[in-house]
């Protein structure tokens, strides 16, 4: 079968690899499209981050990318009788043991034990993928809805990371929301921001290409923060009182720096977006949290309730897959794909296999 796989280069290699056996207690996927997220192309930098114990682990090599992928059943195993041959599914590529502190806190992001697609075992950047049992165990397979195409679904991934983004830092009605960064997430949490009842809503960015492809968004305010401030602008637009929810779905610093000048009393600050490992210490003055009582927290990835959610927003249109992608490639083109996927005014790019 063709698979793009990573060597530790910033080129994925197209190289033709024996089909993997399927597990008895598992499935074999033939992916019908994966989409590339920004994990993939800091890990072709090697700027990705992965910890164990505060600690950091590498992939074994050579490694199939891709973890925002959908498929169709190809051959399951002699022990699973609960999915049918040609069934359309998509997997959640986070997979929990179930059985740790956290995942009985219901905090499975956390895993103690976590297995990723793409990092731990091959991922959807090839025309099949093996499923273990402890993959289906864990609820991480899911049926795609009737009506919605394949490489839509793919993007149920990156929707359930900033679903899990809203359940930690909620929006309660009327809120002024500020996302900073306006790349696929960025313009995702726009949208959800809406749908779960912001009265007003800021996108914020540097690049002007950039934030030209968020106009699909349902922002109320684009910022080009390469010629406005936007302290500025936010005080403008909330009176002076700051937001709300501010939420930093870039991998920058200075944003992060920044937060506490456009933060509400009582606000919250979510830190989306991770930092390069080699430059993610900021500075921050204390007692702006201290006296405002505003809370800082992260999101790190979402369990598979999420990427249930996303699926149903995608089905219902709820959320618009089609206006979130930029461009579909061939596998075979798929470095192109990625030099497409690190320029400006793009949205999600799609493999399709």
Same mark, same amino acid.
């Given at each position: 079968m063709l698979a793009a796989q990573f060597t530790g280069e910033d080129r994925l290699h197209l190289q033709d690899i024996p089909l993997p056996g399927c597990p008895d207690d598992g499935l074999l996927l033939r992916v019908t499209a994966c989409a590339i997220c920004g994990t993939d192309l800091k890990t072709l930098r090697r700027a990705d981050v992965?910890?164990?114990?505060?600690?950091?682990?590498?992939?074994?090599?050579?490694?199939?990318?891709?973890?925002? !992928?959908?498929?169709?059943?190809l051959e399951k195993g002699a022990a699973v009788s609960a999915w049918a041959l040609g069934e359309h599914v998509v997997v959640a590529p986070t997979v929990p043991c179930g059985t740790c502190h956290y995942c009985r806190r219901g905090a499975?992001?956390?895993?103690?034990?976590?297995?990723? !697609?793409?990092? =731990?075992?091959?991922?959807? !950047?090839?025309?099949?993928?093996?499923?273990?049992?402890?993959?289906?165990?864990?609820?991480?397979?899911?049926?795609?809805?009737?009506?919605?195409?394949?490489?839509?679904?793919?993007?149920?991934?990156?929707i359930s990371c900033a679903l899990n983004c809203l359940e930690l830092s909620p929006v309660t009605p009327g809120d002024t929301v500020a996302i900073m960064g306006a790349g696929p997430l960025g313009v995702i949490l726009t949208n959800l921001a809406r749908l779960h009842g912001a009265g007003t809503v800021i996108l914020a960015e540097l690049s002007e290409e950039q934030l030209a492809s968020a106009r699909v968004s349902q922002a109320d305010h684009l910022i080009h923060t390469g010629s406005a401030d936007l302290q500025e602008a936010v005080e403008a637009i909330t009176g002076g009182r700051?937001?709300?929810?501010?939420?930093?779905?870039?991998?920058?610093?200075?944003?992060?720096?920044?937060?506490?000048?456009?933060?509400?009393?009582?606000?919250?600050?979510?830190? !989306?977006?991770?930092?390069?490992?080699?430059?993610?210490?900021?500075?921050? =003055?204390?007692?702006?949290?201290?006296?405002?009582?505003?809370?800082?927290?992260?999101?790190?990835?979402?369990?598979?309730?999420h990427v249930r959610a996303a699926?149903?927003?995608?089905?219902?249109?709820?959320?618009?897959?089609?206006?979130?992608?930029?461009?579909?490639?061939?596998l075979r083109e798929i470095n192109e794909a990625l030099d497409h996927s690190r320029g400006a005014g793009r949205l999600k790019v799609v493999i399709t296999i």
């Open positions: 992965k910890l164990e114990g505060g600690k950091l682990r590498s992939m074994s090599l050579p490694r199939v990318l891709g973890h925002e !992928f959908a498929g169709v059943i499975a992001e956390m895993c103690e034990q976590l297995q990723v !697609f793409g990092y =731990d075992w091959d991922g959807g !950047f090839a025309e099949v993928v093996r499923v273990e049992g402890k993959v289906l165990k864990a609820g991480c397979v899911i049926p795609i809805p009737d009506g919605l195409e394949d490489r839509q679904a793919a993007l149920a991934e990156p700051g937001v709300d929810l501010l939420i930093i779905a870039c991998s920058a610093p200075a944003a992060q720096e920044g937060a506490l000048r456009l933060i509400a009393k009582r606000g919250k600050i979510n830190l !989306f977006a991770g930092l390069p490992r080699d430059n993610s210490t900021v500075s921050w =003055d204390t007692n702006i949290i201290h006296y405002t009582e505003c809370s800082v927290t992260g999101t790190h990835g979402s369990r598979p309730e699926l149903a927003l995608l089905a219902t249109g709820a959320l618009d897959a089609a206006a979130l992608i930029s461009r579909t490639y061939p």
